[in-house]
């Protein structure tokens, strides 16, 4: 049985925490900064295209308050929508970054569902394992292709729970429990956490982690949130590793001991 305390390892790295987070859509960089300390995560996703981490000497820059030294930076790919541009991307992440290698892969398919391109996920993965990145990848809830994208070499899958940014928590745990067993890299659900249940079940399922970003930044007390957040991800691998009870359609069990009951008395004749 795995101890409690067991790691999240990824690349060969161990994390003590197995809660993951963007950091887009605070207010600053300081609320940001504040509510990532809260939640515990270690590992922080940055979206190149939309981040500066800098590209802009002359803009602030999240390195300033989210220090390489202290946080595992993921740079991820974040509005690219073909395995050329996803690529691209992530080889100017990691000149910026001196060199970084892990990665967060995601090509989307579309700007209003923001759906996985699968085909494209596939070969974008392909190139950048074959260029040495340690690739992390967002993909659909999908254990044949999620097979296939471990079998190319990336190092976790990151299925989606649900849209991205949308909030509707996991619309299919059936697949992603396929998704688990199928495949034997960590598993993190990636897309769709709205409140700190949905990431308490993700990890009831058996997920390795959970990653989320509008879940806690949208919220009306971010740093609340990821406190939350925190807590949920703790519980949720706690029940896992306990194991729950099974359920019982239609059986009512009672809750208390049956063996050794104190026979009722009898009423006495008159």
């Excluded at 963007?22 to 922080?44: H, L, M, Q, S, W």
């Excluded at 659909?140 to 509707?168: F, R």
């Amino acid at each position: 049985m795995e101890p409690a305390d067991a790691k999240l390892v990824v690349a060969g790295r161990a994390y003590a925490s197995r809660l993951l987070v963007g950091t887009g859509k605070y207010r600053d960089f300081a609320e940001t900064r504040a509510a990532i300390d809260a939640c515990g995560a270690e590992i922080v996703t940055v979206a190149i295209r939309r981040t500066n981490i800098g590209q802009d000497p002359r803009a602030p820059s999240l390195l300033e308050y989210l220090p390489p030294s202290k946080y595992t930076l993921l740079p991820n790919t974040a509005g690219c929508y073909n395995a050329q541009e996803a690529v691209r991307t992530l080889r100017l992440a990691r000149e910026l970054l001196d060199g970084h290698d892990l990665v967060k892969l995601e090509v989307l398919g579309d700007p209003q569902s923001l759906y996985p391109n699968m085909p494209e996920t596939l070969a974008a993965a392909r190139q950048l394992v074959g260029e040495g990145f340690k690739v992390m990848v967002y993909c659909s809830d999908d254990p044949i292709q999620a097979k296939m994208l471990e079998d190319l070499g990336c190092v976790a899958v990151m299925p989606l729970a649900s849209l991205i940014g949308s909030g509707m928590g996991i619309l299919n745990p059936w697949n992603l429990q396929l998704v688990i067993e199928r495949v034997s890299v960590p598993v993190l659900v990636d897309a769709g956490v709205g409140t700190a249940s949905d990431a308490s079940i993700a990890m009831e399922l058996g997920c390795d982690g959970v990653l989320m970003n509008t879940a806690i930044a949208a919220s009306a007390d971010p740093v609340r949130m990821a406190r939350a957040m925190k807590l949920a991800v703790q519980a949720g691998r706690e029940a896992f590793l306990a194991g729950r009870m099974p359920k019982k359609l239609y059986t009512a069990a009672p809750s208390s001991p049956t063996a050794g009951t104190i026979a009722p008395s009898q009423p006495k004749a008159a």
